[in-house]
């Protein structure tokens, strides 16, 4: 497999030991109810998948898709909801499930977004935070992994598109993405 320069930051089994602790906490808060997941693509798509086979409540599941950063490794400070879900969100208990929280932005719009439809309840759960990075005070009920100020890949986060299909958390030399 490709593998990028840098080194693992959080391996494979460190990841899916937290994703099956997440998967315990979120059920357990939602016994006896329904779930509608909702996965924020691309980068959420592979915890997304991981996450709802660790949930025993019954789930559905949709996804939105945000402007990301797109071929660097800075924020434009600027979301645009480029693909909503097809369920309803009124009434229903919804999960949105990020791969990372960085600056915030991102989240804050996606929840402002959602809480404007009416849900019975909202919930964030993100597999990475860098909370040194944040802009906006952002709610996040469910993290996997609190990181330091670098920039990760693996495990549905890319650079420029590539290493998403990574089963770990690589940490990229700052040389790669310092380069352009
Ligand atoms: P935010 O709006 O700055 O919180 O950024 C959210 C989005 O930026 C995430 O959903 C990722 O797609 C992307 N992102 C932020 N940090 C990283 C990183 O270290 N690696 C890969 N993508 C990242």
Redesign the pocket.
């Known amino acids: 497999m490709e593998a990028p320069t840098g080194r693992e930051l959080i391996s494979r089994e460190e990841v899916a030991h937290r994703v099956e602790e997440l998967g315990r906490e979120i059920s357990a808060a939602h016994a006896g109810e329904e779930l509608l997941v909702v996965g ?1 693509l ?3 798509a592979v915890f997304t998948a991981d996450l709802i086979r660790q949930l025993w409540v019954p789930v559905h599941l949709d996804f939105v898709a ?1 402007s ?2 797109g071929k660097g ?1 800075s ?1 434009s400070g600027e ?1 645009r909801l480029v693909k909503d879900v097809d369920e309803r969100v009124e009434g229903r208990n919804v999960l949105l499930v ?11 719009y996606l929840r402002q977004e959602f809480a404007a439809r009416h849900p019975k309840d909202l919930r964030v759960c993100a597999l ?1 935070n ?1 909370p040194s ?1 944040r ?2 005070t952002v709610q996040v009920e469910y993290v996997g992994f609190d990181i330091p100020d ?4 693996g495990y549905g ?3 420029a598109g590539r290493y998403r299909n990574l089963p770990c958390i690589f940490a ?1 030399s700052p040389e790669v993405y310092q380069q352009k």
């Open positions: 924020v691309r980068g959420g945000v990301s950063y490794a924020s979301v990020e791969d990372i929280v960085d600056t915030g932005l991102t989240l804050r990475l860098k990075r802009l906006a670098e920039f990760v890949v986060l890319d650079y990229l």
